[in-house]
């Protein structure tokens, strides 16, 4: 009686049979796209162990050409999958509100980036909690932290958070987030009572205080543009009812969410809540289209 051949199983087939044809031909032209410390071995075995550990691309609904999006969204920006960034599955409005892979960067992207700046010689950051030492001076340029367990005390709860950079001229930046700061982030994310801010909560906090300080650092084009878009990545995708209910949570109110379409800085109106007035048009415009910090003009430190 014939023994039956032994069947090979290559880690190819441990991914959906209709991805295989997709990721073939597409990781030759990825690979044009990573940049120098990153090797197209380290960056393909890094994409398969992504990959593989994500059940639901076996999903009949799932779109699979997210995959390919994602993939070229790490490679052009110098991100390893699993160290650098994740592929996170999403209903998104590009692939007709169907689930699908998006490229999200970690607190380590973020990092990674700032080293790839060539400004920073060290970026971090960390919570502050009960049992800490913690002493800033904004003239004296750096907070001074201690963590509770170097000091032999137990770590109590967290207080809040920071984010700091230091230059090659020894000068630093740093930025504090209150709980509160985080929680207001926290609420704007499209998968914010699941991923990553549910199973790793500390990180996510930590990548929050690090984008916050890294507007210090004179980065690239494209580099400055990786971290505006990680935001807008991180919000494009919220449904309106979830955008409304987020505004009640963050801000205690409930605001028209038609109230800014189609709105310039020329057609904005407002009336003081006091006098009834009209307040100047100009007025109205900086307080409802610029962003936090955008008012204050800040400048970053020398050496920057």
């Known amino acids: 009686m014939a023994t039956p051949s032994a069947v090979t199983t290559t880690k190819a087939d441990l991914l959906p049979a209709p991805l295989q044809p997709i990721l073939k031909a597409l990781m030759p032209d990825v690979y044009r796209l990573l940049p120098a410390d990153i090797t197209p071995d380290q960056f393909r075995a890094a994409c398969w162990l992504e990959l593989t550990g994500r059940q639901e691309i076996s999903d009949r609904d799932y779109v699979l050409e997210s ?73 004296q340029d750096r907070p001074i932290h201690r963590p509770a367990v170097t000091l032999g005390h137990k770590q109590g709860r967290e207080l809040f958070y920071y984010g700091a950079v230091m230059f090659h001229n020894g000068s630093c930046a740093f930025e504090v987030l209150t709980l509160d700061d985080l929680e207001g982030i926290k609420k704007r994310a499209p998968a914010h009572d699941s991923g990553p801010w549910v199973s790793d909560p500390v990180m996510m906090k930590r990548k929050s205080a690090i984008k916050r300080v890294a507007k210090y650092v004179q980065l690239t084009p494209e580099q400055r543009e990786f ?21 009640i949570d963050v ?3 409930t605001v028209d969410p038609t109230a800014y379409q189609g709105r310039t800085a020329s057609t904005a109106t407002a009336h003081d809540p006091v006098t009834g007035e009209v307040v100047p048009e100009s007025d109205t415009y900086q307080r409802e289209f610029f962003s936090e910090g955008d008012q204050e003009g800040e400048k970053p430190p020398a050496g920057s």
């Open 251 to 253: 801000f205690g109110e």
């Open 67 to 139: 995959i390919r999006d994602a993939i070229i969204y790490a490679a052009n920006y110098g991100l390893m999958p699993g160290r650098d960034c994740h592929f996170l599955s999403f209903r998104q409005k590009k692939y007709g509100n169907k689930k699908g892979a998006q490229c999200v960067s970690n607190y380590f992207g973020i990092i990674r980036t700032l080293d790839r700046s060539g400004k920073v010689r060290r970026a971090f950051a960390h919570p502050v909690c009960e049992g800490d030492t913690w002493d800033m001076d904004y003239f």
């Open 227 to 247: 971290i505006q878009d990680d935001e807008e990545r991180e919000r494009e995708d919220i449904p309106p009812a979830r955008a409304r209910q987020t505004i």
